[in-house]
């Protein structure tokens, strides 16, 4: 893989890649359709985009760094016109878990994800310690080939830890292990787990606990409860703790709350992020 098309260059998302793809082994044609955003590539950036047929002709990889919703549709519009071989790289597996890319059995499909800085980092920086999202402090990603070769796996894996980087470790699953991680995991319950926290915070101010001290109490408290469950640190709960999550747990948890990670609605969480006008 050679020469690199980036579409999207102008989004949020796309710049930080085309920032981080400065200076690869790659030779990298930058496309963006919304003259504003053209215009703050060519100016911030340094970088002159290219028009969309040129860069996808002579692509060896097609970067797609645009929303979900627009994937399927935006892959559905070039495809006919890369050439045989091209590599195609997603950073989201939604669209391609939803059955919304195109079927070509010529080019391959490549998606891969960042897992985000890790809560108990430990960075010799304040800049660092700071980056929760990525791109300062290390992090780890997320890699599968949906279909194509095996050897476009290192090829297409290497610009995946270039625009992610500082890289830690790629873990390499599948489109559907992919899916499980995001949204189901992250997002359909980690997001919802923590906003539920958040909430309940709230709750407790709300009632009266001065928010400094909540707010100080939550924090401290999820630090040592994650760090005991996720064995960043020895020991157990309490046995007050574990008898106030036997007593918790079904009243705010049902039975089967961990059937939204079955195959059925994790479908139907990412047809949903594609199409969310369904």
């Known amino acids: 893989m050679e ?16 920032l981080n793809l400065k200076g690869g082994p790659w030779q990298v044609d930058h496309v963006e359709v ?26 060896d990889g097609i970067l797609m760094a645009v929303p979900d919703a627009l994937i399927g549709k935006i892959a559905k519009g070039f495809i006919e016109r890369v050439k045989p071989g091209c590599a195609i790289v997603m950073l989201d597996a939604a669209a391609p878990h939803a059955g919304e890319l195109p079927k070509r059995d010529d080019v391959t499909y490549f998606i891969s994800h960042p897992c985000h800085p890790s809560i108990f980092k430990h960075e010799p920086t304040a800049e660092r310690h700071a980056d929760f999202f990525g791109g300062i402090a290390p992090q780890a990603i997320v890699c599968a080939l949906m279909q194509g070769p095996e050897e476009h796996y290192a090829q297409c894996e290497a610009v995946a830890k ?21 949204p189901g995991l992250s997002e359909t319950i980690g997001a919802t787990l923590v906003t539920a926290l958040r909430q309940a915070t709230d709750a407790a101010v709300a009632k ?12 401290g408290h ?16 309490s046995d007050g703790a574990k008898l106030a999550i036997a007593k918790a747990m079904p009243r705010l948890f049902r039975d089967d709350w961990l059937s939204v990670l079955e195959p059925d609605a994790i479908t139907e969480s990412v047809k949903d992020i594609c199409n969310p006008a369904r």
């Open 3 to 18: 020469k690199i098309a980036l579409l999207g260059a102008g989004g949020k998302m796309g710049r930080r890649l085309a």
């Open 34 to 59: 919304n003259p504003d955003a053209r215009a703050r590539v060519e100016k911030d950036l340094g970088i002159t985009c290219v028009p969309a047929d040129n860069a996808l002709a002579a692509a």
């Open 162 to 182: 270039a625009i992610y980087a500082p890289v830690t470790v790629s873990h390499r699953v599948t489109v559907e292990q992919m899916a499980i991680l995001e």
């Open 208 to 219: 009266g606990v001065p928010k400094g001290a909540a707010w100080d109490f939550m924090l």
């Open 222 to 237: 999820l630090g040592i409860e994650l760090a005991l469950l996720f064995e960043q640190y020895p020991g157990q709960f």
